[in-house]
């Protein structure tokens, strides 16, 4: 066994000890000191573990805090139908983006197109789930029929021993290409602000139930399973300063790459590939977020990662239909 000497030295500093890696191509591979103080409520251990393809390598094993430390979360239902959009979050179905304000509550049954919308009392008062036992009845795939026309909102004191729910996720140091792009898996990824990124929202049994489950302007919300998560990325949690021409990192995707946010309509570049990455010559390898109107952060990874272990495979009926990225 050989133990590495640490370079304690009394006489700081000279940093010419620190190791200078090859200048020509950008350093990829997750970095934990990019996360937010709190972010992580362990430090980051690393371990032998094996990817879906095979590799034999090592990874972090981190845990996000399950909150954005950076910012409080909501607000996310309008209280009535004249709330303007502060007073609401977003709504995204795959197709557009909505401000979630009382005029949207409103006009659900012009938006759907179906007159089983009325999410408003005749006062003008926004239905919302009001107890624990409401979210956890409605914020399910299985919404309960009684909570049809509620819009959706949960928060911390709703969750087990009423606080945040961390996730644990094992994320390869060094990302290894895959020989095939692989789709959403139940976790895309985490935040740098100590939040999961996860799937496709279920957008169609949520509408189909006449429900709203609400996301925060940041495009996270609460379900009593996960806690607080991210399903679409509006350009919060970033970190750090974009380059010339990009967009600033918000993420790590589960295969170790970089996720950034996403580019403004029209700017992103014509290099992006199927799953919205490309490489450049300052960051390497890293992807870029869809626009949260897609409800689908990232498409598809194109490095391995680790199979979950619980063996269990992605979401029951995960996976939107095809959001090309199309450059
Ligand atoms: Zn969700
Ligand atoms: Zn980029």
Known sequence: MILLASCNSSTSDSGSGEATTSDSTATVG???????????????TTEDCTLSGGAETTCFRITVAGYPVDREVGPFCPATITDGPDAGGIWFDGDNLYDLDGAFIEGLAETYDDDGWKMYDDEGNVLVT??????????RPDVDPALANHCIQGEVAWLDNGEPITSEVLIPTTPVAADEATSAQAVLGVTLDGVRIDASAPVEQILGAYTIAAFDDCGGHFNPVEGYHLH????????????????????????????HSPYEEGEAPDDLDACNGHT???????????????????????????ESEDGGGGPPGGGAPGAGAGG
């Open 30 to 44: 997750l970095d934990t000191s990019l996360f937010l103080d709190g972010a992580l409520t362990e430090e980051p």
């Open 130 to 139: 009001e107890t624990q036992a409401e979210f956890e009845a409605a914020a």
């Open 232 to 259: 679409g990325a509006v350009g919060c949690s970033e970190v750090g300063e974009a380059l010339d021409g990009e967009t600033a990192q918000f993420g790590y995707a589960l295969d170790g790459y970089a996720v």
């Open 280 to 306: 450049t010559d300052d960051l390497g390898y890293h992807y870029h977020a869809n626009p949260a109107s897609e409800n689908l952060v990232i498409a598809c990874l194109v490095g391995q990662t680790v």
